[in-house]
């Protein structure tokens, strides 16, 4: 309470009500005397003053239109936005103190005067007839006060002076700091971002190429993905399938994590891998295991792990080769039940590009996702029927901004993520009313065929992941989209910053309510209509590594400068970025 008792902006929102009582009262009583007239012609230059200092303060943080309208209207939605009072005390400094105080003293000098009018005499009421001698007491009353308001409105004039000096004080002091960090140093995209998005690529054409399930009961299977990666290049994946035995339908799941080597790297390495890996079991530990496949040439080439070759080691272990396997899922499952939870590969997938993914089993208890506790998973468009005042505050806000950002850097070239996506395509696992910890699990997914043939060929799995280029192409000439993926990613962050749901296909509407103030603050209707349009300077090519590098900085990082803010502290990011 005592920070809130000292945040600038209630202070000046009671200031700016009061100024404009005090000014509406005054010229009622006016008519008493020309020494009055004179008394409330200062009141108004120095009120004037302080709105234009209020103004000139707000302009530093906020769109000069925007701040003209806050000052205009003491019950204008902005001064709601605790981003106005953290970047206003950032902007300040140590001058934060020094002002608020001023302020509080322009306030009280305000309260002061309205308090003197209303013990002045009921003439000051608005509809109320005095008579002569009534009128007489009055003026008699107000003009024995006289030198009273003009020493509150010359301390006003004083303290008037003394924002100004402290204003200008800040601005001084910030500009040479802003020369040397407030511009911060652009960088590349970070190198886990690439390897995210090559990993869960190669993962996803391997398990859709080799996966088998010849358990009848099985009736669906889905892999879920989980956006909240682990910054080394590992994926975190939830393998969900469906049971049904008579009219019961039970949904059980593997949790798991996906680690990817090149296939070189780990035949250069063999001598110490288990050295560096978590060893590997299997049912046929002694057996080398050769994987042949054709590449794009149709050339066969042959791919051996060798395990163990170290010559302390006792005995060679190797994992299952799952590309072999002619029931997947049963070797997967058959692993999970057992009751000693090891950190053990399952299995791995050699897929097509020379990456070997290994699957382990999660058995951190802090870690692992309980089968128990896990609901049916729901749709993050879903969100925005909770209020926002029970829902996330300002800064989780930003975060899952941030978070989704990032999914479309990692996973715009892969099949994960279509070129033109919604929030309805991602879910994530409710945990209670704690929705800020329910994102936690936050995913995108993609359902098993069990009828694929292990022999398909890469190109007619993806068949119909997306919609047909010709129409996607005809949306973005006739709506003037410069890239779909970016547009998707402008109307998620739109419906963030304005906490309801959207049309993405209602292109008009989206540019209406995005040229709109977001309660977020100015700075993130910024960034969103920034990647609305895709306005980064390096065309619309998401494939283009200046174009992502751009997205990372004047998106990414600029969200994350905002939530410092907000938070008053420095942000974890997901990632070290180099």
Known sequence: MAELALAIVPLCVTAIKGAGIVRKKMKIFCH?????????????????????????????????????AMVGSPNHPGWNSEYVDNQIRDFLGRKYEDFVETVEEIKDYIQSLD????????????????????????????????????????????????????RKTACKMLRPHNKKVGTFRRKSLPHAYRLVAHH??????????????????????????????????????????????GFQTQHQFLDLVIRSQSLQLIHLSAPTYNE????????????????????DTGHSSEATLSLGSNSSAKASISAPNLCQSKDMCTELCSQSHQHNCLELCSGYLDAPDELRHQLYLVCDPGERISSKELREPAVLSGIFKRALHTSLSVPQQVRLAIQLVEAVLQFQSTPWLQS???????????????????????????????AKSRSSKIDTIMTGVGQSSEE???????????????????????????????????????????????????????????????????????RAQKLQAAIYNDVIRELESLLEKLEGKRVDTMYDPH
């Not at 190429?209 to 009961?217: I, K, P």
């Open 276 to 295: 560096t890996t978590p060893p590997c079991s299997g049912e046929r530990p002694k057996k080398i295991r050769k994987v042949r496949f054709s590449d």
């Open 472 to 542: 996607l192409e005809d949306a973005q000439l006739s709506s003037g989209i410069r890239n779909l993926t970016m547009y998707s990613l402008g109307v998620a962050l739109l419906q963030i910053g304005r906490w309801s749901p959207l049309d993405p296909g209602n292109v008009v509407e989206i540019r209406k309510l995005a040229a709109r103030d977001s309660h977020i603050g100015p700075k993130f209707k910024e960034i969103t209509l920034k990647v609305l349009e895709c306005d980064f300077g390096f065309g619309s090519d998401l």
């Open 32 to 68: 008493s005397d020309r020494v009055f007239k004179r008394l409330r012609k200062r009141f108004v230059t120095q009120t004037s003053i302080f709105l234009d200092e209020c103004q000139l303060l707000l302009q530093e943080i906020l769109d000069p239109n925007e701040a003209e």
């Open 420 to 450: 033109f996506w919604s929030l309805q395509d991602l879910s994530y696992f409710p945990d209670g009313d704690d929705l800020a910890t329910s994102l936690r699990t936050l995913h995108i997914s993609t359902d098993l065929s069990t």
């Open 115 to 166: 308090i003197n009018l209303d013990n002045a005499g009921r003439g000051g009421e608005l509809n109320i007839k005095l008579k002569k001698s009534e009128r007489v007491g009055e003026k008699i009353d107000i003009m024995s006060k006289i030198s009273e308001y003009e020493s509150t409105i010359e301390s006003f004039k004083e303290a008037n002076q003394e924002l100004k000096r402290l």
């Open 200 to 245: 869960s690529s190669s993962f996803y054409k391997a398990l859709r190429m080799f996966w088998t399930c010849l358990q009848s009961h099985h009736t669906n299977h889905d892999v879920r993905l989980l956006l909240h990666s682990r910054g080394d290049g590992s994926l975190r994946v939830l393998m969900r399938y469906r049971t049904q035995v």
